[in-house]
């Protein structure tokens, strides 16, 4: 039996006579995957084209706090590419959040500070994602989230489009 996870207390203590093999992604992988990101994400590539240095000081940056983890490397791009000037990223650079469990947190704080219908929305997808009893294909979620207590059936023209999901969601529904 091979179990995989990130370090969690009631697995150390479940398994505390298991074998362990720490395993985590080297730095330089994490860079050349956000050196792929930072060039598919519209935004921050534009500033990257105005101001080239950019894309270095944001590799840097965030494969220092990452810490060999490329869901902290993606949820801290997720993070910047909602800022709206290279000075807002310079100054979010400086503000990273260190461990995942701050970096959810932030997450949630973008989530619940949209518009109050977009935030209703979120909270809907992440509770299904949340409390569903396994992982929902894409197309499950958007009939769960288009149905409504008196529906007796999916109406197709009440499903969200993928894009609007994700978008909402901040990084945190892939």
């Known amino acids: 039996l091979m179990i995989t996870s990130r370090p969690l207390a009631s697995l150390e203590f479940e398994l505390e006579d298991a074998v362990r093999l720490e395993i985590s992604a080297r730095e330089a992988d994490v860079r050349i995957y956000l ?9 921050i590539a534009s500033f990257v084209r105005k101001y080239p240095t950019l894309k270095t000081e944001i590799i840097d940056a965030v494969a220092t706090k990452a810490q060999g983890m490329f869901l902290l490397a993606r949820l ?15 100054s979010a650079l400086q503000n990273l959040p ?5 970096t959810y947190d932030e997450a949630l704080s973008r989530i619940f500070g949209q518009q109050e219908d977009d935030a209703e929305f979120a909270r809907k997808v992440l509770c299904w994602v949340t409390y569903a009893v396994r992982p929902l294909t894409m ?17 197709e023209e009440g499903c969200p ?4 999901i ?3 969601c901040a990084g945190l529904v892939l």
């Open 35 to 43: 050196d792929r990101r930072l060039d598919e994400n519209r935004r």
């Open 76 to 90: 801290h791009v997720d993070a910047l590419a909602t800022k709206h000037s290279v000075k807002d990223i310079r």
């Open 98 to 102: 260190r461990g995942l469990s701050d």
């Open 139 to 155: 197309l499950e979620l958007k009939h769960a989230l288009a149905i409504s207590p008196d529906d007796t059936e999916i109406d």
């Open 161 to 164: 489009e993928e894009e609007f």
């Open 166 to 168: 994700l978008s909402l």
